[in-house]
């Protein structure tokens, strides 16, 4: 079986920080675009970051630069997105999804062949 898996959800007070995981079985990351999404209740999916294959391109969305970092650990098979300074809004579902597009840093959202099930972030005072 192909998976992802993310993990590193959880709660947090407004300004605190959580580094989520995003690991893969059945395939190896080396040559796979990861993108991280995230969706609230009511809105529309929201790409927040991207890493290329080999981790040295990164793109980050308005909402979510300065304050979250992605990285990747091929060795591990696994990418990671750190999340500083959080703000009540990004409460979200945090997904992490995969295609194989070496040479690219992002991949539109309908191409990814494999995701996650989603970790709950959920930032309040």
């Known amino acids: 079986q192909l998976q992802l898996v993310e993990s590193g959800g959880g709660l947090v007070q407004p300004g605190g920080s959580l580094r989520l995981s995003c690991a893969a079985s059945?395939?190896?990351?080396?040559?796979?675009?990861i993108g991280w999404f995230r969706q609230a209740p009511g809105k529309e999916r929201e790409r927040i970051s991207c890493?290329?294959?080999?981790?040295?391109?990164?793109n980050y969305a308005d909402s979510v630069k300065g304050r979250f970092t992605v990285s990747r650990d091929n060795a591990k098979n696994t990418v990671y997105l750190q999340m500083n300074s959080l703000k009540p809004e990004d409460t979200a579902v945090y997904y992490c999804?995969?295609?194989?597009?070496?040479?690219?840093?992002?991949?539109?959202?309908?191409?990814?062949?494999?995701w996650g099930q989603g970790t709950q972030v959920t930032v309040s005072s």
């Open positions: 999804a995969a295609v194989k597009r070496p040479g690219y840093v992002c991949y539109d959202s309908r191409g990814y062949d494999y």
């Open positions: 890493i290329s294959s080999s981790g040295g391109r990164t």
């Open positions: 059945g395939f190896t990351l080396d040559y796979y675009v």
